[in-house]
């Protein structure tokens, strides 16, 4: 198997941050519809494809939504004040592109500051290139929100790319659902939204399909870059199982159930305790009186910038081990 880069590439290059995930939900569901025997959308806006199948009742979830910039106030100049949406740092956003949803571009900036780590998002601004207030509420609206604009890049081992939080997760999810031709499991795939903003979908879509048990496919942290936190998860080294993060304690059984099948089928694994961050598994599990609930992780370094990094191997262990995972009897 190789890397469908083209799928990936475009992954992240459609708009959809946190509660405007209008345009790449109508993507994805253009590339599953020929795969899944139902789709529905829910009132927040969750994509969920149905696989049909006999046995148990899984919910895989991918967030579809992307951390962006909301803008708060414009000025007379016609500069634009934001706040973040999803997890957004000041350091990795200074001098980055970002573009509106109708296709305005603008460039970050900041009021001039002799300490730089001092910065923070309140002095800092996007500059639209306009000339006063008036000629920039043509173009943008208070409440609007951009992502940013970096290109997709590859080399031969890695992706490097905005965005792979959490697109990179729907491109296992899509990939997958093409490989499993007849499922023996009941498959729900959800392509949440907000979950940059507090696990917001998957609350909801869990409600709906009420799973037997439930898989999150998102990105992970690296511990291997220069003097990183202590983190026993690297690039290169195989799809990574969560064991923890702070939404969730996975479920033992079912965690132990993916190390087996990623054993039996000679596929690259790594255990993940994540010491912060959360995933739809975190809102999932706690449905109703509870779902069994574990996660494939992407191992991603600089995860929440523009050029967000994950091994191509890594990712590909990603699919073959939620294929395997879903065509395996599970039994909890
Ligand atoms: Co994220
Ligand atoms: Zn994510």
């Known amino acids: 198997m190789k ?4 799928l990936l590439k475009e992954l992240v290059g459609i708009y959809g941050p946190s509660g405007n995930e209008d345009k790449i939900r109508g993507y994805i569901e253009e590339q599953i519809k020929d795969y899944v025997d139902e789709i529905t959308v829910d009132s927040l806006g969750n994509l969920i494809a149905r696989k049909k199948g006999n046995g148990k009742r899984i919910m895989i979830s991918a967030h579809m939504d992307q951390i962006g910039l909301m803008v708060t106030a414009i000025d007379d100049n016609g500069f634009l004040r934001f706040t973040n949406i999803g997890g957004i740092s000041p350091f990795v956003t200074l001098s980055q592109q970002v573009i509106f949803e109708n296709g305005v571009r603008g460039v970050i900036s900041s009021e001039p500051t002799s300490d730089i780590s001092k910065l923070k998002l309140s002095n800092m601004f996007i500059d639209i290139g306009v000339n006063n207030k008036e000629e920039a509420e043509k173009l943008i609206n208070i409440g609007d929100v951009c992502i940013y604009n970096s290109e997709y890049g590859e080399s031969n081992n890695v992706v490097f790319t905005r965005y792979l939080d959490d697109r990179v997760g729907c491109y296992v999810a899509i990939e997958a659902m ?4 007849e499922p023996k499991n009941d498959l729900y795939f959800v392509f949440s939204v907000q979950e940059e903003v507090g696990l917001r979908g998957a609350k909801t879509s869990a409600y709906t399909v009420n799973p037997e048990i439930g898989i999150a496919l998102d990105v992970t942290g ?14 290169h080294k195989g799809a990574a199982i969560k064991v923890k993060d702070s939404s969730i304690l ?3 059984k079912l965690r132990q159930h993916m190390v087996e099948i990623a054993k039996a089928n000679k596929i690259s694994y790594q255990m993940e305790v994540l010491e912060y961050g959360g995933t739809d598994a975190g809102a999932i599990h706690l449905t109703k009186e509870g779902v069994p609930t574990g996660a494939i992780s992407i191992p991603t370094r600089y995860i929440h910038s ?20 879903l065509e395996s009897e599970i039994i909890l």
Do not use: R
Request: proline content about 4%.
């Open 222 to 235: 690296s511990g291997d870059t220069p003097n990183a936190k202590t983190f026993a998860v690297a690039l």
């Open 3 to 6: 890397l469908n880069s083209q």
């Open 250 to 252: 996975t479920h033992p």
């Open 306 to 325: 523009t050029i967000e990094m994950a091994s191509k191997n890594d990712i590909m262990d990603s699919v073959n081990l939620l294929v395997k995972l």
């Open 178 to 181: 093409k490989q499993i031709k």
